[in-house]
């Protein structure tokens, strides 16, 4: 079955302990993007990337970083996490006109 | 990319046709009008898009006036499932999904 999985789905962790949340599309798809949700402000994307070792920022980058070492596979990295990241975060991969999106990671930082 | 205004909410009748507008009235030529769908807080699905012509697919369709200034997607028979919230999208196809804006969107609410 063609999907994206994330990992964890839901995580609690506390401000400036290191976490990844992975990514991983199975249709070989070359474009994969990062996007969070937040009450109010829809949903605003993080990072994108259009191929192996090739990302770009988004319109709120801030406090994130990424890497695609290999097509499949797009980690989010919230190097230092605070509050302020508290999110619905949500990956997506896509080939032409479809973005297939992952079931979402809902992360809370205290 | 041109901006898209929708209404916030509407409601709709099970079994009934949902016509859920969108207004894009500083739509290039090249841009395209994308729909997706969010239900709950699940990952946004997406449903249609065209650029001139009317669309259809097997969940919906995508009528586009004449002038390109609106659109509208039309479920022909809403069912409780079809509950979520709707966001019309207008960009230009060549840049891929970055900078991908999905805005405030219309929330359905199917009624039995």
């Known amino acids: 079955e063609a999907q994206v999985t994330q990992n964890p789905r839901y995580l609690i962790t506390v401000t400036g302990k290191k976490l990844t949340v992975t990514c991983s599309q199975n249709?070989?798809?070359?474009?994969m993007s990062w996007y969070r949700q937040d009450p109010g402000l829809g949903l605003r994307q993080i990072y994108y990337?259009?191929?192996?070792?090739?990302?770009d920022k988004g319109d709120v980058p801030e406090g994130y970083k990424v890497s695609r070492k290999e097509k499949r596979n797009f980690p989010l990295i919230l190097e230092s996490p605070s509050p302020n990241q508290t999110s619905l975060y949500f990956c997506?991969?896509?080939?032409?006109?479809?973005?297939?999106f992952g079931p979402g990671t809902r992360l809370t930082v205290l | 990319d041109a901006k898209t205004t929708q209404p916030p909410s509407m409601d709709c009748a099970e079994g009934r046709a949902a016509n859920l507008p969108c207004n894009h009235s500083?739509?290039?030529?090249?841009?395209?009008v994308y729909w997706y769908r969010q239900i709950h807080s699940q990952g946004p699905q997406y449903i249609i898009h065209?650029?001139?012509n009317n669309e259809t697919n097997e969940m919906a369709s995508l009528i586009i006036t004449e002038d390109r200034k609106s659109s509208t997607l039309i479920l022909p028979h809403a069912t409780l499932r079809d509950t979520a919230v709707y966001y019309c999208?207008?960009?230009?196809?060549?840049?891929?999904?970055?900078?991908?804006?999905f805005g405030s969107g219309t929330k359905l609410n199917v009624k039995p």
């Open positions: 249709m070989n798809h070359e474009y």
């Open positions: 500083t739509i290039s030529g090249n841009e395209y």
């Open positions: 997506a991969s896509s080939q032409n006109n479809e973005q297939f």
């Open positions: 065209g650029l001139k």
């Open positions: 990337s259009m191929n192996v070792e090739v990302t």
């Open positions: 999208i207008v960009r230009l196809r060549r840049y891929n999904f970055n900078k991908f804006y």
